[in-house]
């Protein structure tokens, strides 16, 4: 049901959302607030298919030149992090995908924790339990708790629908840090759309 995908899967994802035109070491203050339409809700611009908008429940405060808000999970790579921002672990902290119109789509594609280093995946939480809902329908999964992709089947044959919501339901504890992060967020839909 859920495994771990490889270099395709990040090349999918990286023509299905879009790269910015910048090599990104961190979450540098060039891009901290540029596409946020609120400090919680950011949109991604012309995508391949439409404008996507995510939004979180919470967001950690930025740190110096790092920031953690939901938009860091439409970089396709380890060097960005959604953070939740509530004290605890974040159980019950979401990010919210909306689109432009119904999709089709059968996959989540997600990296969980904050991949930017070992020490950094190991020091901070990453989902155990994940809760993905969608206008006609429901799942929870069990993630493992390793670096790289992890693939998530919502409905065999895909399903269409004009969002979707992660929900953190629990998590593995971070060594150091008690804030739970996703560094990535995909979706399929390239197999199941024309690409021009």
Known sequence: MIKNVGVLVVIVCSVLLGVFGETVYGQGPSRSESGYLTPLKFQKGEAQFGNWKVSASSRLANQGKFDYGPGNVFLTGAESAWVEGVSGDGIGQW???????????????????????????????RVRELRLTWPDGQKTVLLKDVKGAQSILLKKGGLRTPWIRLEIVSVYQGSKYRD?????????????????
């Not at 432009?100 to 996959?107: E, L, T, V």
């Not at 739970?180 to 021009?196: K, Y």
């Open 95 to 125: 990010l919210h995908f909306d689109l432009d119109y119904p999709q089709f789509f059968s996959k989540v594609i997600i990296w969980n924790g904050y991949q930017r280093t070992d020490k950094a995946f190991r020091e901070n939480g």
């Open 180 to 196: 739970t992060a996703i560094s990535s967020v995909g979706f399929n839909i390239e197999d199941f759309n024309d690409v021009p």
